[in-house]
C-alpha cells in the first residue's frame, strides 16, 4: 500500500456517483408527495435527529431539500472533489434514502455504501501537518481497496445465496421472470424452455462467484468487467432496474487500472 496519487481515477469514481445521484433525485421529484402521503418522515429518536438532520428542511418545504441537494451535486461535478463535500453529500444520500424509505431499492444500498467509502478517498484540502500528503495518500488506497473487497463480496454473496437456492439450481428463478408483477418489463415477454432455463441460472451462478475471486488477477479483470456490463444491461432492460444496473456499472470505476504518481514506478495498485 505504497503512496499513490490516484486523483484522475478518484475524481472520474466520485463524480459519476454524484452524477448518478443527481438522475436518482430528478426521478424521485415527481414522487416525494405519494411517498410522503403514504408514510410521513418523522424523527423517531436523537440519534435519528443526527443522522437525517438535512430532511430539517423538507420541514420548512420539501422542493428545497431536493433543490438544494440537487444543486449540491451540480457543483461537485464541476469542482474539484474533495473530502468535505464528499461527507455531505454522504449525509444528503442517506437522509434522502431515509425520506423515500417505501419505495428505495438495492441500488440506494449499494450507492450509499460507496458514498461512505468515497469520503475517504479525495486527496484535497490537504491536511495541515507534517507528513499529511503521504498520509492522505495511503488513506485513499485503503479506502479504495476497501471498495474493491467489499464491491467483489457482493457478487460473491450473491452468488453463494443463489447457489443455496433451489429454485435457481433448477431454473425456476429464471422462468418466473415473465410472472413478476413489479420488477419486469411489460413490452418484453419470453418463454424459454427448461434446459436454457438451468443453463441461464447457473451461468450468473457461475459468473457472480467467479468474478469474487477472478476480478483480483488482472488477465481476467478486463473480460469480467465487460461481461459484467451486459449482464447488468440485460437486468436493466429485462428487470425495469435501471438504476440498479447503472450504480453497478458505475462501481466498476473501483477496479480501473491506475497509475503511480510520476515520481515513482509505472505500475499499478492491484496486479
Not at 424521485?28 to 429518536?45: E, M
Not at 465487460?226 to 437486468?235: A, E, K, P, T
Request: charged fraction near 10%; glycine fraction near 4%; hydrophobic fraction near 55%.
Amino acid at each position: 500500500m505504497s503512496p499513490q496519487d490516484n486523483a484522475r481515477h478518484i475524481a472520474l469514481f466520485c463524480k459519476a456517483l454524484y452524477a448518478f445521484l443527481l438522475f436518482k433525485i430528478l426521478y424521485l421529484w415527481p414522487l416525494v408527495g405519494d411517498v410522503l402521503d403514504y408514510k410521513p418522515f418523522t424523527y423517531n429518536s436523537n440519534l435519528g435527529y443526527l443522522l437525517f438532520a438535512p430532511l430539517v428542511l423538507t420541514k420548512i418545504n420539501t422542493e428545497l431539500f431536493l433543490g438544494g441537494f440537487a444543486l449540491l451535486l451540480v457543483a461537485s461535478v464541476i469542482i474539484r472533489v474533495n473530502y468535505i463535500s464528499a461527507f455531505i453529500i454522504c449525509w444528503f444520500s442517506i437522509s434522502l434514502s431515509r425520506l423515500f424509505l417505501p419505495i428505495i431499492n438495492g441500488s440506494d444500498l449499494v450507492l450509499n455504501l460507496f458514498l461512505i467509502v468515497a469520503i475517504a478517498l479525495p486527496l484535497y484540502p490537504k491536511l495541515p501537518f507534517k507528513n499529511s500528503d503521504q498520509i492522505q495518500k495511503v488513506t485513499s488506497n485503503v479506502a479504495l481497496l476497501f471498495a474493491q473487497i467489499q464491491f467483489a463480496l457482493i457478487y460473491l454473496l450473491s452468488g453463494y445465496d443463489k447457489l443455496l437456492s433451489a429454485s435457481w439450481r433448477s431454473g425456476a428463478a429464471i422462468d418466473s421472470i415473465n410472472n413478476l408483477t413489479f420488477f419486469h418489463n411489460p413490452f418484453i415477454t419470453f418463454h424459454l424452455n427448461e434446459v436454457v432455463c438451468i443453463v441461464l441460472s447457473w451461468s450468473v451462478i457461475v459468473f457472480e462467484m467467479g468474478f469474487g475471486f477472478l476480478i483480483w488477477v488482472k488477465k481476467f479483470r478486463i473480460p469480467l468487467l465487460v461481461m459484467g456490463i451486459l449482464f447488468h444491461l440485460v437486468i436493466a432492460v429485462v428487470l425495469g432496474l435501471v438504476d440498479f444496473a447503472l450504480v453497478m456499472m458505475i462501481c466498476y470505476g473501483v477496479y480501473l487500472p491506475f497509475k503511480k504518481d510520476m515520481s515513482d514506478t509505472d505500475t499499478v495498485l492491484i496486479r
